[in-house]
């Protein structure tokens, strides 16, 4: 380690390290692509792509709400939109996107040049899109699965949904969790082996620990819908009988798995976004968030004991009342760690001067839309209230102040806060502005009414309804909010794509962070760090704002791809770690295991050639090289 | 108190009606015009309840809101004054105070009031979820996609009375309800009665209620149970006892032998275009895929209580099911014009 006034970022300089960590341009090379910055960047983007389409997808059911007994569409194709809805929200954006952030930035929110599985991340990527793509295919060709995101047994079943469209969702489901559970493996041995030097746990960056707590969560609660989605996928195909009451089978079984990864789900998706609230309000308050130690402990808390939520959905099933009331405690339990959260948080804000920038605009938003939504939801964790508003618009409503307070809120407050750093250049504020204005009113215009016609009796999942049920005039005024919402988050996509060319140059540290990311270049280097930073507070760039007293490690090659590898607890230096290169092998795998996962639904057979083709691609990616050479040699 | 704040609520909410359009005349794409089974009055409104679990349920819900909308005020208050505070000068909280502040509002507070509500509803819900009196009207509902049967047991449990789409109940009585399922998972749900509880194949579920004021209740599937599941619905009578028993030893009847000679041929014509799949309790008509038609001429609706019964609506859902509810099991029956004028005078028959 040295104190290094050397810190020399000329090009001459480090055009060799450049050249190591480049990916290699050209359209056939973009798949050969494997740099953590790429691959995060690109699941953000796809991501978005897929919000884009879910929404419209809502807006078309909107539009069939609009007027009792409307008939734009037929139920088959409503049923079709709403489960693609509710499966693309939940497993093509949400997760995919929080995922992505984290690819994105923990690399160099801990100070390192990429991720501990650089292919297999490339691998993920694949798997992802390939899932999505298939699934709006099926959409398009009006096979979709009409089923509900939530897919229960027997109605997802072969006896009553003979169609291929169940089949892909089963195939899917199964096949983009290999990505998420690829991404969670890459993301927990990258936080805890590759920090910065200095870096112990306890410096950690609070968004950072966030990710490393969804990503356990990953870990425990994808296996499940797996487990659960080729169970299913055998019942159709083989007539199984794991799920069918006349065989010997159990349709709740089904219900069980599904929730007990469903729950977490929903937190999986906000523990990110409540580590994107930490680090929004230290910047724009400049100053460290009140209680780190709370503020970790509450992120742990609440990945635990969202595990014991699941019976949450199944109030209604019948199942026994005293087995029941645990789940009464454990929903009341985990509005405990909320509560902290928010009141340091408060705590936080309280008497600075605050910059109401459009990412702090966003984190405000989250305090009023999430706190709504928490509400209702320590309400309907009331079994004798639940048993009256469940699959009602009630829930509709909860679900949506939950998710689009707990997670979109944050997640666009994220995307204007790191935007610069992913671009180099800043959004524009007046459209991120006008852009927060109209997500703000049109979240509470059309989800606040929704609570109303759940309490007037009005069931989830209805493509129509008659007349005389007296809901017809909230409905129209619910679409017409839906599209002022859509609005706004046009606006944003709208912005993101003008400020890509046209905005302001950000610099590096456009907003005066404290984290490490800003240390770097925006668009940071190939190589993230010249010299890789040693660290020694939590808050680097705020306590060694003069460059030239940071630390800096030396000694890593320039000529390949190396990483220091650290201790899990103290982030001693341990070892230095030799990465791989751009390869074609991840793609090359996601697309036979793909062809594996789509063929099964015409042909159980496929399944095994595409388990055999993939030990070639296995091969391939396994081939070995020699490491000791430098890039330029290979 | 909540009366009143109900009555405020939807004084709002009629006042927000009354500025908006017709959404259906702007639209203009009505299939159903008028006519409409939930014209006759028939709510499913949870504020509106008629039954002492349903009333239990609608004070627990509105303490519940009270306790929220002054947690959510107290919370937003804070909030704001955190970010007012420090608009001039700066005086961020100290060390200690940020600490007492955390532990007061964000654990010590919210756990008291969320011991006390998970005691309320933990109490609430052990005496809705208990065993129905002794003395309960039992009857058995079974799910179809996407219509109800109903069927009256006696003590010994055979079935007296058999019913679809349309449940009558003596008020100030408990009625105990066995729910099972035909084919996929439906949830049975009467608002203005009683939350819901699903209806799973291989499983025999349980509710009860006591109706406690005369009148006419909707109820809707309330689990997702496919194409249909929209228009699966029914109506739940509450009467006083003496009529309802009048209801149903009247049901447990078979039908009346027809009079007329229209009425006479019709019953022919059900016999061999109908009697597949629906039983006409006392005719060969013995099906049993679709519900018991025995005393259809008595229900107040048709097709789970999406059309109102007249003869106008029974001729069009049986000249063209798939119009009205696309998917269900009723194919169209192609019959003459005088076919179906006999078939009509003979459904007008089965009071």
């Known amino acids: 380690m040295h104190k290094s006034p050397t810190y020399d970022q000329t090009p001459e300089a480090t055009a060799p390290l450049s050249q190591t960590w480049q990916s290699p341009p050209g359209f056939v090379s973009w798949f050969t692509h494997v740099n953590q910055r790429q691959i995060g960047y690109r699941f953000v983007v796809t991501s978005l792509i897929f919000f884009a389409l879910a929404g419209v997808l809502a807006l078309i059911m909107r539009l069939q709400l609009i007027a009792p007994e409307n008939?734009?569409?037929?139920?088959?194709?409503?049923?079709?939109?709403?489960?693609?809805?509710?499966?693309?929200?939940?497993?093509?954006?949400?997760?995919?996107?929080?995922?992505?952030?984290?690819?994105?930035?923990?690399?160099?929110?801990?100070g390192t040049r990429d991720m501990s599985f650089p292919r297999l991340n490339a691998f993920g990527y694949y798997v992802y899109l390939i899932a999505g793509v298939s699934l709006f295919v099926a959409l398009f060709l009006g096979m979709a699965p009409a089923a509900g995101w939530f897919s229960y047994v027997p109605l997802a079943n072969i006896a009553f949904s003979p169609g291929k469209g169940m089949d892909f969702w089963t195939?899917?489901?199964?096949?983009?969790?290999?990505?998420?559970?690829?991404?969670?493996?890459?993301?927990?041995?990258?936080?805890?082996?590759?920090?910065?030097?200095?870096?112990?746990?306890?410096?950690?960056?609070?968004?950072?620990?966030?990710?490393?707590?969804?990503?356990?969560?990953?870990?425990?609660?994808?296996?499940?819908?797996?487990?659960?989605?080729?169970?299913?996928?055998?019942?159709?195909?083989?007539?199984?009988?794991?799920?069918?009451?006349?065989?010997?089978?159990?349709?709740?079984?089904?219900?069980?798995?599904?929730?007990?990864?469903?729950?977490?789900?929903?937190?999986?998706?906000?523990?990110?976004?409540?580590?994107?609230?930490?680090?929004?309000?230290?910047?724009?308050?400049?100053?460290?968030?009140?209680?780190?130690?709370?503020?970790?402990?509450?992120?742990?808390?609440?990945?635990?004991?969202?595990?014991?939520?699941?019976?949450?959905?199944?109030?209604?099933?019948?199942?026994?009342?005293?087995?029941?009331?645990?789940?009464?405690?454990?929903?009341?339990?985990?509005?405990?760690?909320?509560?902290?959260?928010?009141f340091c948080w408060i705590a936080s804000l309280w008497g600075t001067r605050i910059r109401f920038a459009t990412p702090m605009l966003f984190v405000l938003g989250f305090f009023a839309i999430f706190i709504i939504g928490g509400l209702t939801g320590v309400m309907v964790a009331s079994i004798p209230f639940d048993t009256q508003v469940h699959d009602s618009y009630f829930v509709v409503a909860h679900l949506h102040y939950v998710l689009i307070g707990g997670a979109v809120f944050p997640f666009f407050a994220g995307l204007y806060y790191w935007y610069p750093?992913?671009?180099?250049?800043?959004?524009?504020?007046?459209?991120?502005?006008?852009?927060?204005?109209?997500?703000?009113?049109?979240?509470?215009?059309?989800?606040?009414?929704?609570?109303?016609?759940?309490?007037?009796?009005?069931?989830?999942?209805?493509?129509?309804?008659?007349?005389?049920?007296?809901?017809?005039?909230?409905?129209?005024?619910?679409?017409?909010?839906?599209?002022?919402?859509?609005?706004?988050?046009?606006?944003?996509l709208i912005n993101a794509v003008i400020s890509r060319t046209r905005g302001a140059e950000a610099g590096d540290n456009p907003w005066q962070a404290d984290t490490l990311e800003w240390a770097a270049t925006s668009p940071p280097q190939n190589y993230n760090f010249r010299h890789l930073p040693v660290v020694n507070s939590r808050h680097p760039l705020w306590d060694e704002a003069d460059l030239t007293r940071r630390q800096y490690v030396k000694g890593l090659r320039a000529d390949r791809r190396e990483l220091l590898v650290t201790t899990l607890l103290e982030a001693q230096p341990q070892s230095v770690l030799i990465m791989p290169g751009p390869s074609i092998w991840p793609f090359l795998l996601a697309l036979v295991v793909g062809f594996g996962f789509l063929g099964f639904m015409f042909q159980p057979l496929l399944f095994v050639v595409g388990f055999a083709l993939s030990f070639f691609a296995i091969t391939g990616w396994l081939w070995p090289r020699k490491p000791w050479i430098s890039t330029k040699e290979n | 108190m909540k009366r009143q704040t109900s009555r405020i609520l939807s004084s709002l909410t009629s006042a927000a009606r009354q500025g908006l359009p017709d959404g259906c005349g702007l639209i203009g794409l009505c299939l159903l015009s008028g006519g409409t089974a939930a014209q006759q009055g028939a709510r499913q409104s949870t504020l509106q309840p008629a039954s002492t679990q349903a009333q239990s349920i609608e004070l627990l819900w509105w303490i519940m809101l009270w306790a929220g909308v002054a947690i959510f005020l107290a919370v937003m208050a804070l909030l704001a004054w955190a970010l007012w505070h420090g608009r001039h000068r700066e005086s961020p909280l100290g060390l200690t105070a940020s600490k007492n502040f955390v532990l007061l509002a964000g654990v010590a507070i919210p756990a008291l009031v969320l011991v006390i509500l998970v005691g309320g509803s933990l109490l609430l819900g052990r005496s809705i979820a208990s065993t129905p009196p002794p003395d309960a009207i039992q009857v058995r509902v079974t799910g179809w996609m996407w219509w109800w049967e109903i069927e009256y047991l006696d003590s010994a449990g055979n079935v007296t009375a058999t019913t679809a789409n349309e449940?009558?109940?003596?008020?100030?009585?408990?009625?105990?309800?066995?729910?099972?399922?035909?084919?996929?998972?439906?949830?049975?749900?009467?608002?203005?009665?009683?939350?819901?509880?699903?209806?799973?194949?291989?499983?025999?579920?349980?509710?009860?209620?006591?109706?406690?004021?005369?009148?006419q209740y909707r109820g809707q599937c309330a689990e997702f149970c496919g194409l249909q599941h929209a228009?699966?619905?029914?109506?739940?009578?509450?009467?006083?006892?003496?009529?309802?028993?009048?209801?149903?030893?009247?049901?447990?009847?078979?039908?009346?032998?027809?009079?007329?000679?229209?009425?006479?041929?019709?019953?022919?014509?059900?016999?061999?275009?109908?009697?597949?799949?629906?039983?006409?309790?006392?005719?060969?008509?013995?099906?049993?895929?679709?519900?018991?038609?025995?005393?259809?001429?008595?229900?107040?609706?048709?097709?789970?209580?999406?059309?109102?019964?007249?003869?106008?609506?029974?001729?069009?859902?049986?000249g063209d099911p798939q119009r009205v509810k696309p998917g269900n099991k009723m194919p169209r029956t192609l019959l003459s014009p005088q076919d179906m004028n006999n078939l009509l005078a003979y459904l007008g028959t089965l009071e």
């Open chain 2, 167 to 215: 449940m009558h109940v003596p008020v100030d009585r408990p009625v105990a309800i066995e729910l099972v399922s035909g084919d996929v998972i439906h949830s049975f749900w009467v608002p203005q009665l009683q939350g819901k509880t699903d209806m799973v194949p291989g499983k025999v579920n349980s509710s009860w209620f006591v109706a406690t004021e005369a009148g």
């Open chain 1, 71 to 110: 008939t734009l569409l037929g139920a088959d194709f409503y049923n079709q939109l709403f489960t693609m809805h509710g499966t693309t929200m939940m497993f093509f954006f949400a997760v995919p996107a929080m995922e992505g952030l984290g690819i994105y930035l923990v690399p160099l929110m801990i």
């Open chain 2, 231 to 318: 228009l699966m619905a029914f109506v739940v009578v509450a009467r006083p006892e003496a009529e309802f028993n009048a209801w149903l030893a009247h049901q447990a009847e078979p039908a009346p032998t027809p009079t007329t000679d229209a009425a006479q041929q019709g019953l022919e014509v059900f016999e061999q275009s109908c009697g597949q799949c629906h039983r006409v309790r006392g005719t060969r008509a013995v099906g049993v895929i679709g519900p018991d038609l025995t005393h259809l001429a008595s229900r107040r609706t048709l097709a789970a209580a999406t059309l109102t019964n007249n003869q106008g609506h029974l001729a069009g859902w049986i």
């Open chain 1, 421 to 492: 750093k992913m671009t180099g250049r800043l959004m524009s504020e007046r459209l991120g502005k006008w852009s927060f204005a109209l997500i703000f009113i049109g979240t509470n215009l059309t989800f606040f009414p929704m609570h109303q016609l759940g309490l007037e009796g009005m069931p989830r999942r209805i493509y129509t309804y008659l007349e005389g049920m007296g809901w017809g005039d909230l409905n129209f005024a619910i679409t017409l909010a839906a599209f002022v919402l859509a609005a706004g988050f046009l606006l944003t």
């Open chain 1, 171 to 342: 195939s899917m489901i199964t096949f983009i969790e290999i990505s998420a559970l690829a991404a969670a493996v890459e993301l927990i041995v990258t936080i805890l082996k590759q920090r910065a030097p200095g870096m112990t746990l306890n410096r950690m960056p609070l968004f950072v620990w966030s990710i490393l707590v969804m990503s356990f969560m990953i870990l425990f609660a994808m296996p499940t819908v797996m487990a659960g989605s080729v169970l299913l996928a055998l019942d159709r195909a083989f007539d199984m009988q794991f799920f069918v009451a006349s065989g010997g089978g159990d349709p709740l079984l089904w219900q069980h798995l599904f929730w007990f990864f469903g729950h977490p789900e929903v937190y999986i998706i906000m523990v990110p976004a409540l580590g994107i609230i930490s680090t929004v309000i230290a910047t724009f308050t400049r100053k460290p968030v009140f209680g780190y130690t709370a503020l970790v402990l509450a992120l742990v808390a609440t990945g635990f004991v969202s595990f014991g939520l699941w019976v949450h959905h199944m109030f209604t099933t019948g199942l026994p009342h005293l087995g029941l009331s645990f789940f009464t405690a454990a929903g009341a339990m985990i509005a405990i760690p909320s509560g902290v959260q928010v």
